[in-house]
């Protein structure tokens, strides 16, 4: 599986984007890039997939790089509840039967 | 309204004690996993399962020990041979083809005395 680097830890100023950089060079091309994040003492949570094209939903914007090494993670209005721990994972479709490996992630601090 | 049960969510045990944590789905997912998390740490996968009576080790399931007689339930016990048990266990399932969400339980979090 590829590989992720991710800062460790971000600040965000309430109501304004906070913007989640992750780094994934070894990236293969039918592997998927996912995010997920944790607050404090919780099970992590989903948000978003991709795999070449912008995604968005109803709680995020995934951007990923033309080349596919790299991909933002976009919370367009964050707010105090946004601080959790975020993880980026990179993960192939064709494999049914796969681990899911999460590293240390950035903790995002939003601020009022 | 469907989801991950983990229970207890707090548990205490003595050096040398066994302890099993339970993990139950009724999201009809096929595969189940169990992660551990030390404090500011990411997650790291001690065994998962992809279908009833199969279970694969992961990275740390050294300690550890699993079973899957039922879809819905994935428990995993913490042998005495755990050399350092107190963490914050996390439950997590997945729908089999295809899909890559995971769901995850609320956790469990194991102190040893």
């Known amino acids: 599986d590829a590989k992720t680097t991710q800062p460790p830890s971000m600040d965000c100023a309430e109501g304004r984007a906070a913007n989640l950089p992750c780094n994934h060079s070894?990236?293969?091309?039918?592997?998927?890039v996912y995010w997920y994040r944790q607050i404090h003492s919780q099970g992590p949570q989903y948000i978003i997939h991709?795999?070449?094209n912008n995604e968005t939903n109803e709680m995020a914007s995934l951007i990923i790089t033309e080349d596919r090494k790299s991909s933002t993670l976009i919370l367009p209005h964050a707010t105090l509840r946004d601080t959790a721990v975020y993880y980026c994972i990179v993960r192939g479709e064709l494999y049914n039967f796969n681990k899911f490996y999460f590293g240390s992630g950035t903790k995002l601090n939003v601020k009022p | 309204d469907g989801g991950i049960t983990q229970s207890p969510k707090y548990l205490f045990r003595k050096e040398g004690q066994n302890v099993t944590l339970s993990c139950e789905q009724n999201?009809?997912?096929?595969?189940m996993y169990w992660y551990r998390q030390d404090p500011g740490q990411g997650l790291r996968l001690i065994y998962y399962?992809?279908?009833?009576?199969?279970?694969q080790k992961g990275d740390i399931a050294e300690g550890y020990s699993v079973s899957r007689e039922k879809k819905e339930s994935f428990p995993l016990t913490v042998t005495s041979a755990q050399k350092n048990p107190t963490a914050f266990y996390l439950c997590?399932?997945?729908f089999g083809s295809g899909a890559n969400v995971l769901t995850f339980g609320a956790g469990s979090r194991l102190t040893v005395l």
């Open positions: 070894t990236i293969s091309g039918n592997e998927y």
């Open positions: 999201l009809n997912h096929d595969a």
């Open positions: 991709g795999l070449k």
């Open positions: 399962s992809q279908i009833v009576n199969d279970f």
């Open positions: 997590a399932s997945r």
